[in-house]
C-alpha cells in the first residue's frame, strides 16, 4: 500500500523521538511504500544515510518542512514549543492534501512525535489515519512530588493539574481520537486512559525497541566482587535519583557500588546528598558519549530506574540487552516492559516505602547472586521481544486493517 507517515522527527543517527521515528520507517518501507513527512533540520542526517546505503534510498520518499523557531522565547516560556510545532502540522496537512490528490495514499500513518497534546490536521483527509504510538496522559505520583526541589514541586503539580485538564477538553484531541480508523498506545496506562476518556480501543505497541541485539555474555559475580549498579539520566527533578541514594544509604553496604552516569541542575544538589549520607562507594562519571556509556553498563550487575514522569525510556532496553536486570518503579512504561523474570518493580505508595523496597530489592540481589544471574539471563530474553521488525509487522497489519474498512 502506499502509506502517507507524519514523522516530525527521524534520524538514522539519534536517539529519542527522531531514533524512534527511524527505526519505525525503516521496518515499515520493508512492507509498504512510505511517502514521509519530516522536520527539515533531519535532512542533513537522511542524506547522509543514503550517500552511504544509496541501495535503501529506493525505499522511501521524504519530504522535509522546517519548523520556525524562537530559542529565547522557548527558554522563557517552555511551552510556546507548541506554538510552533502546530504551525509545522499546518504545513503538512497542506503538503499531506497534495500528496494523497497525486498519490492517491491508501492510509495515513500520524507517527510522531509521541505526546497526545498535538494530534496534527491528517485526520481532515478523507482516509483511514492510524495514530500512535501515543502517549503524555502519564501522571508524576502526587506522594512522591514532594521529594523534588522546589521548582520540581511547583513545575510537576502545575503539570499533573494542566494536564488532567488538557487530556479531558483539548478540543482538536477529541476530535482526533473520534476520527482516527485506528489507535495505537505507548503503554497500558495510555490504553486505559484512551478508553476512559475517549471510550476508544487502541493496541499497545510501544514506543521504543531493541537497537542491536542482546547477545552479550553474562558473567557470575565473583564471591567477594562488589555488586555494581549503574544510573543513567539527565540529573532534573523527575529522574529522582534522590530516591535511589536515600535507598543505598539503607542498605548501609561497603559491598554496593553506584555508577552514575549524566549531568543536569541536580547534580550538585545530588552530589551533596552523598556526602551528607556518607555513601563512598558511588561513582560520578558526568556526560560521556554512547560508546563509553555501553562499556560502564556492561562492567555492572545491576540497573535502577527511578524516573518519575517517562514513557518507555530506551535505555531500559539496552540495559535488558546487556544482561543487567533491573529495578523501577511499577510507573510509566516501565511497567509493561519490566516482568519478574528480568527485574524488581517497586510499588508506589509514598516516599518511605518506595525507598525501602528499592533498597530491600537491592540487598536481596546483592545477597543472592543465583536470582541476579538467572534475572539476567531474563533480561536479555526479554529485550528480543522489543524488536523493531515485529512492531512494523504489527503495524503492517492494522493498516491492513483499516483499508480493509475503509473499501
Not at 514549543?81 to 500528496?99: G, I, S
Not at 562492567?299 to 532496553?317: A, G, K, M, Y
Not at 539476567?376 to 503495524?395: S, V
Request: hydrophobic fraction near 40%.
Amino acid at each position: 500500500m502506499k502509506v502517507l507517515v507524519s514523522c516530525y522527527a527521524c534520524s538514522p543517527y539519534q536517539g529519542s523521538e527522531p531514533g524512534m521515528g527511524w527505526n519505525f520507517v525503516n521496518c515499515l518501507s520493508r512492507y509498504h511504500e512510505l511517502h514521509i513527512i519530516t522536520e527539515g533540520k533531519f535532512e542533513a542526517d537522511i542524506r547522509r544515510f543514503f550517500s552511504e546505503n544509496p541501495e535503501r534510498e529506493k525505499d522511501f520518499h521524504f519530504y522535509f518542512i522546517w519548523k520556525k523557531r524562537h530559542k529565547k522565547l522557548r527558554k522563557i516560556w517552555p511551552p510556546s514549543y507548541y506554538w510552533f510545532y502546530k504551525a509545522w502540522q499546518k504545513k503538512a496537512y497542506k503538503l499531506a492534501v497534495e500528496l494523497n490528490e497525486r498519490e492517491n495514499i491508501d492510509v495515513i500513518h500520524q507517527l510522531n512525535m509521541v505526546g497526545y497534546r498535538e494530534p496534527g490536521y491528517l485526520w481532515r483527509i478523507n482516509k483511514p489515519l492510524v495514530w500512535g504510538p501515543i502517549g503524555g496522559f502519564g501522571q508524576v505520583p502526587w506522594s512522591l512530588i514532594p521529594t523534588m526541589n522546589f521548582r520540581g514541586i511547583v513545575f510537576y503539580a502545575c503539570h499533573n493539574i494542566i494536564n488532567n485538564w488538557q487530556m479531558h477538553f483539548m478540543p482538536r484531541v477529541r476530535v482526533a481520537m473520534k476520527k482516527t480508523a485506528a489507535l495505537i498506545s505507548a503503554t497500558a496506562d495510555t490504553q486505559s486512559s484512551i478508553k476512559k476518556i475517549y471510550g476508544r480501543e487502541s493496541i499497545i505497541i510501544s514506543e521504543v525497541g531493541l537497537v542491536g541485539d542482546a547477545s552479550k555474555s553474562i558473567a557470575r559475580r565473583s564471591k567477594n566482587e562488589k555488586l555494581k549498579i549503574c544510573w543513567s539520566g539527565l540529573h532534573i527533578p523527575r529522574k529522582s535519583l534522590n530516591l535511589l541514594l536515600d535507598a543505598l544509604a539503607i542498605c548501609n553496604s561497603d559491598n554496593i557500588e553506584l555508577h552514575i552516569i549524566g549531568e543536569g541542575s541536580e547534580t550538585n544538589r545530588w552530589k551533596r546528598m552523598v556526602h551528607k549520607l556518607q555513601l563512598d562507594n558511588v561513582v560520578w562519571h558526568g556526560w560521556v558519549d554512547r560508546t563509553d556509556a555501553i562499556k560502564i553498563m556492561q562492567c555492572c550487575h545491576l540497573f535502577c530506574i527511578t524516573s518519575l514522569s517517562d514513557l518507555t525510556s530506551t535505555v531500559i532496553l539496552e540495559a535488558l540487552s546487556y544482561g543487567l536486570p533491573v529495578i523501577a518503579l511499577d510507573h510509566c512504561g516501565f511497567s509493561n516492559v519490566l516482568t519478574e523474570d528480568c527485574g524488581i518493580k517497586i510499588a508506589i505508595t509514598n516516599k518511605k516505602q518506595v525507598v525501602s523496597d528499592i533498597g530491600k530489592a537491592i540487598m536481596k540481589l546483592e545477597s543472592n547472586e543465583d536470582l541476579r544471574y538467572k534475572l539476567a539471563q531474563g533480561a536479555q530474553q526479554r529485550a528480543l521481544e522489543y524488536n523493531w521488525e515485529d512492531k512494523a509487522k504489527t503495524i503492517s497489519k492494522i493498516y491492513e486493517s483499516v483499508s480493509v474498512q475503509n473499501i
